[in-house]
């Protein structure tokens, strides 16, 4: 094991020591033990930068399951490496910011900081394995762990709603993806990622391709919660903000965002692939960005921005997948767009993370999200106010802040849409560019409504539950850090440009020489000029925003998806119970009749599909006088049964078939069975006699059995059947009997001259020892459901 | 009215024995002739319950002190053992072995172990079914 391997298992291992260290130490508080790993492990990232911005990788391989082809390999790329460093980095920040956020006294550390340090060390195996099926197995991991954080506070039911909400969403991604990922091993023969990018050109024509690219796309977009499947992340907001601010917007739902990256190579040589990642992603930026605007929740907008944005990353990356189109220019033209895609990729994290940790203070120092409680704060959280509005502008897109380089790459990625000239992008490509400046304007409102109606505006006291005042230091520091983040990477682009963003994108697009430059100025271009539009159109639409307002109401909530996931939820439960009180009566007779149906339809089916009913009568012999009038007799009994008015009848007819069958023995030359038969049938008509006897007074009525057409269709069917097999059986003969054997080995070896004895005795004494020991069993049950009676039994007799 | 059983218990008391004379024939010619424990057991039971009929259940409980559970695990014990007899002699589970004696009165006889066997289903058949006829007749 390699240090590599031990830095994503690390997570685990303190997860193990934490809830120990908790009993142990009760005084300090639990996250300080775990801080110092994320720290290490950032440090320890930050070492491989050197390796990976000379476009090296790292791969350490150890087995898993070697016979399967499963091996726990990890390897550090530049895009690897950017995730795990923001995974470790704001890691650290989440746990620090969490140490003072959550009290000691009143809430559950240890299980807490077990459920994010296994997110942790999952999430890191995400973005590190090659090997698809460890990718998987942490890829559930996260979704488990997220399930626990979301439903951290499990006594209130809101969490328990989104965390199942979340749970059942992710996995069924998940579970399409495990599909998409053997889709992929059945065309490759490989598990490894590095090996099947360098076969994707030969199976770029295989009919499982298009399966394998929906079912892969279809985990990222549950994970990366992109339209229809961003519903889960707004209720998922009610788990703890350093939870909120750690998984759902820094690290867990850009997943998808890793596994769409990651998978480039493979299919985005593909039109369709461009098209459903390019079309989901700005589809789902628009209605984030357009939907964040009516919350009213600090963390309902958030989450609704960090959908929004996720949908803008998602689109640069298929319109960067685009781009792997032209291998002979090396030009990097088009790779501008999963240029943009990594870098917002890092500015969304960072300027994202500080915004939940503020909306955390937010509501940690009043009391309350609502922000129409909230208003003219900026004079009691002075610093609070600062870090939001940095982080509010640069989500909106503004100088000189590193959400506006950003924006104007993507806004440049979105107008070369219109220059490449395939995939019908030329025509309906043109639609890119316009949705994604509508989404901005939108985008500008909501933040702008996320700063000034909480920190400016009217204070109003009364509707505070505290009254509010700057947080303390330490819950201050990580938003202050990425704030400043924010700001340097605003300012110094190029400084991540060629050790992180370069090497991110060349393992994305791993054919081209990429040469990063990000500037912050470049002219009056078109970009620009959409800017500009933003910030004019935005400003005016914040300032009239109470008056159309309404066009909110022209969306019904009863045309929401998330009203579609309830009533999915609702129709698929009474579905399933009622099916399930459709066919499981309760009844015996209902569930014999589903047996006997289906032992018709399974044996006549095999009996025709298989041509076997044959009738052959060269083997047959003749018929005795007595034998006819036999059977004549107890074809009468038989019958008069079904027909008998009172059951004391049938029982006697049954006895008298019973008999019958004895002297059929007799005739048939068997002593033996006749002597126990006629034994047996007396012993047992006795006992129906008792049992007749002992029919309960109550509701007793003589009453003929009621005609029912279906039983009696499935009845004479099964009779016909069992004729039809036997008969064809008989005529089907293929081997001659063993009984030879018996016949001449009886005295010979077993000093017997009772065949029937000898066989049940000596040849196949193993059988009898059974049956007795069956009868055995019968007895003591009778013995036992007659002797041992609870109390409960006497008190309902007495009843 | 107090019922006098005087002929029916007189009966009994002379045809139980030929029926269990009879039961104990069955028993041991079955190696030979149609019968067996099964049969025999039967019968043998047979006779038990017409004492039962011709008496009752507290009579009988005093006449034959069994207990008929116990019976039932002799009969396995006497089964399982002969089966598990074999294995000390190093031949397969459930080996009969037997030979053949010539006593002065009787002549040729054979003494088989499948005899022990019978005697276990025998042991068995009677204690299932008179445990069965004497819990659900002694149940009220």
Request: net charge positive; with cysteine.
């Amino acid at each position: 094991m390699s240090l590599l391997h031990l830095a994503i298992i690390s997570p685990f291992l303190l997860g193990i020591l934490v809830p120990i260290m908790y009993k142990l130490l009760r005084r300090i508080h639990a996250g300080w033990f775990v801080l110092p790993l994320p720290i290490f492990l950032f440090i320890y990232f930050l070492s491989y930068i050197p390796i990976t911005s000379n476009q090296q990788t790292v791969i350490k391989s150890i087995a898993w399951i070697p016979t399967l082809g499963i091996d726990f390999t990890v390897k550090v790329d530049g895009l690897g490496l950017l995730f795990a460093l923001l995974i470790t980095g704001i890691g650290s920040l989440v746990v620090l910011y969490s140490i003072y956020y959550l009290s000691k006294d009143k809430e559950q550390l240890n299980t807490f900081y077990v459920y994010l340090l296994l997110f942790m060390g999952a999430m890191l195996g995400v973005v590190l394995s090659d090997n698809l099926i460890v990718l998987y197995t942490f890829w559930e991991l996260t979704s488990f762990s997220s399930f626990l954080l979301i439903g951290y506070w499990y006594d209130r039911e809101k969490s328990r709603y989104g965390a199942q909400k979340s749970m059942l969403i992710t996995v069924f991604g998940g579970l399409s993806m495990l599909g998409g990922i053997i889709l992929l091993y059945l065309m490759t023969g490989t598990f490894s990622i590095s090996e099947i990018i360098q076969q994707s050109n030969g199976i770029l024509t295989n009919p499982l391709f298009i399966p394998a690219m929906l079912c892969i796309l279809l985990g990222a977009f549950t994970k990366s919660a992109q339209f229809p499947f961003h519903i889960w992340l707004p209720d998922a907001m009610e788990a703890p903000t350093p939870v909120s601010a750690y998984l759902h917007s820094a690290t867990m739902v850009k997943a998808g965002l890793y596994l769409v990256a990651r998978m480039s190579p493979i299919f985005a040589e593909n039109g369709l692939w461009v098209w459903l990642v390019a079309g989901f992603g700005i589809v789902t930026l628009f209605w984030g960005s357009f939907s964040a605007v009516k919350q009213t929740d600090l963390k309902g907008i958030l989450a609704f921005s960090t959908v929004s944005q996720l949908g803008m990353i998602m689109s640069l990356l298929g319109i960067g997948g685009a781009a792997l189109h032209f291998d002979s220019i090396n030009d990097s033209y088009f790779s501008v767009a999963t240029v943009a895609a990594v870098f917002h990729l890092i500015n969304h994290a960072t300027f994202k993370g500080s915004l939940f940790m503020v909306a955390g203070i937010v509501d940690h120092e009043t009391g309350t999200r609502d922000i129409r409680k909230l208003g003219g704060l900026m004079h009691f959280m002075p610093i609070t106010f600062t870090i939001a509005i940095i982080g509010t502008f640069s989500m909106a897109g503004l100088p000189p802040f590193n959400g506006f380089l950003s924006k104007e790459m993507f806004f440049t990625a979105m107008v070369r849409v219109l220059e490449i000239g395939f995939f019908n992008l030329e025509t309906w490509g043109v639609l890119f560019p316009v949705i994604a400046w509508v989404a901005s304007i939108f985008t500008f409102v909501y933040s702008m409504i996320l700063v000034f109606k909480t920190f400016t505006g009217k204070f109003q006291p009364e509707k505070l539950a505290k009254k509010p005042h700057e947080a303390p230091i330490g819950m201050l520091i990580s938003p202050i850090i990425l704030a400043c983040l924010v700001i340097i990477i605003g300012f110094f682009p190029n400084l991540l440009s060629n050790t992180i963003i370069a090497p991110a994108v060349a393992a994305i697009m791993p054919n081209f020489k990429v040469d990063v430059h990000i500037s912050f100025w470049h002219g009056f271009t078109t970009e620009l000029f959409m800017t500009l539009g933003v910030i004019v159109l935005g400003v005016l639409l914040y300032k009239t925003f109470p008056k159309w307002r309404k066009v909110y109401k022209l969306f019904p909530e009863k045309f929401s998806l998330n009203r579609l996931y309830n009533s999915i939820l609702d129709v698929s439960q009474r579905a399933s119970r009622t099916i399930t009180n459709r066919y499981l009566t309760g009844f015996s007779r209902t569930y014999l009749l589903y047996l006997f149906a289906f032992f018709i339809i399974i044996l006549s089916t095999t009996l025709f599909v298989k041509d076997a009913f044959i009738i052959k009568t060269n083997n047959v012999s003749s018929i005795h006088i007595s034998e006819a009038i036999l059977a004549l007799v107890i074809s009468i009994g038989a019958i008069s049964i079904i027909f008998a008015k009172s059951r004391l009848t049938s029982i006697i007819l049954l006895g008298a078939v019973g008999y019958t069958v004895s002297i059929f023995f007799v005739l048939f030359r068997a002593p033996d069975l006749a002597l126990t038969q006629l034994a047996i049938e007396t012993i047992s008509v006795a006992l129906f006699l008792l049992c007749f006897y002992h029919l309960p007074k109550l509701k007793k009525r003589e009453e003929r059995m009621r005609f029912r057409i279906t039983n009696a269709v499935i009845s004479v069917g099964v009779g016909a059947i069992v004729t039809m097999i036997a008969l064809s059986a008989h005529s089907n003969k293929l081997f001659d009997s063993i009984a030879q054997y018996y016949v001449d080995n009886t005295y010979e070896k077993a000093a017997g001259k009772n065949m029937v004895n000898v066989i049940l005795v000596d040849f196949r004494g193993f059988d009898t020892m059974f049956e007795i020991t069956v009868l055995a069993i019968a007895a003591l049950g009778i013995f036992g459901m007659i002797k041992l009676r609870l109390e409960g039994g006497k008190k309902n007799e007495n009843q | 009215m107090k019922t006098n059983d005087l002929i029916l218990q007189t009966t009994t008391k002379v045809v139980v024995f030929i029926i269990l004379l009879f039961a104990v024939y069955i028993f041991f010619a079955g190696h030979y002739t149609p019968g067996g424990g099964f049969v025999g057991g039967l019968m043998t039971s047979g006779a038990i319950v017409l004492l039962l009929l011709a008496f009752d259940l507290k009579t009988l409980q005093n006449f034959l002190p069994f207990n008929y559970i116990y019976m039932i695990a002799i009969g396995l014990l006497f089964s399982i053992g002969t089966g598990a007899g074999s294995l000390l002699f190093n031949v397969p589970f459930l080996t009969h072995a037997f030979t053949h004696i010539d006593l002065p009165i009787f002549g040729d006889l054979s003494l088989h172990t499948a005899t022990l066997f019978d005697l276990g289903v025998f042991l068995v058949v009677v204690g299932v079914t008179m445990t069965i006829i004497q819990t659900i007749g002694g149940d009220e």
